[in-house]
């Protein structure tokens, strides 16, 4: 049984290695279709639904963050609110593999950090916020058969990885949209493609995420002229001065918090 284990570990290993070899062998491009603009707008709550740290990051955050992170042991399984200084788990000892919750997009819980009560953007953490939250609205892509990363948007992303949902995000307009995509001033590029190989690496690297890396690999990317269709209308609705609240129901979990303050 340990020589098992043991030699699982080391296929993860080897696994994470040619992952990252990978990555750093890609050339990085922007879809088409990309909106290459972008203006956060006060009172829009469609990032902080469903975002995460990874494993990496945590171990750089002040401890006051930390301790308000819910999070679990990807080795023994117990779950955490706050764990040693050392950064190890304290049931089982094992250090870099407390993960933070969620950590991926079929969680039904809100972002730990997120203030529905304050005015205006509701981060509570702006200055460290997630690498994840840093790219929003774009998220990288891995073309496996071209060796390529290609950036694409947010809202072109559910039918993508999610072809399952194909079907539901046809019938649904108000799936999760970002309503400042294609508005304002044209973002730094440079800035964003570095993040996103920086991301993907830290992601690849990462100690059970395994599940949500490989969603990013993909064959193909078929923005349809639905995709294309949806995001024009977001822009307009944005444009015409629509109200962007009254298209969310936040996750009744936030109302229940109490919101994260910096120690004084």
């Not at 040619?18 to 956060?40: G, L, M, Q």
């Not at 981060?123 to 892509?141: A, D, G, H, K, S």
């Not at 109302?255 to 994260?260: A, G, N, V």
Request: a positive charge.
């Amino acid at each position: 049984m340990i020589k098992l284990i043991k030699n699982q570990r080391e296929e993860e290993k080897r696994r994470r290695r040619e992952y990252r070899k990978f990555i750093r062998s890609c050339k990085v491009e922007w879809h088409k279709a990309t909106p290459r603009k972008f203006d956060c707008k006060p009172r829009c709550m469609v990032c902080c639904e469903q975002t995460y740290y990874l494993p990496q990051e945590v171990r750089n955050l002040p401890n006051s963050i930390v301790d308000h992170l819910r999070m679990t042991c990807l080795q023994c399984g117990t779950d955490h609110h706050y764990y040693e200084k050392r950064r190890v788990c304290y049931s089982c000892g094992y250090s870099t593999c407390v993960a933070p919750l969620p950590f991926d997009e079929e969680s039904d819980f809100g972002c730990f950090f997120f203030d529905i009560t304050s005015f205006g953007k509701h981060c509570t953490i702006y200055e460290y916020r997630p690498l994840r939250c840093r790219l929003f609205p774009y998220i990288p892509l891995i073309r496996t058969d071209l060796k390529k990363i290609i950036i694409v948007a947010e809202d072109f992303v559910p039918s993508i990885i999610h072809p399952k949902k194909r079907e539901r995000t046809f019938k649904t307009e108000d799936w999760r949209r970002c309503y400042g995509l294609g508005l304002g001033e044209s973002v730094n590029e440079k800035e964003i493609e570095a993040n996103s190989v920086k991301f993907l690496l830290m992601l690849a690297s990462a100690s059970g995420y395994k599940q949500l890396f490989e969603r990013l690999l993909v064959k193909s990317i078929p923005i349809s002229s639905y995709e294309l269709a949806m995001h024009r209308k977001t822009v307009h609705l944005m444009e015409s001065g629509d109200d962007l609240t009254r298209y969310f129901t936040p996750n009744p979990k936030w109302r229940k918090r109490k919101p994260f303050r910096f120690p004084t």
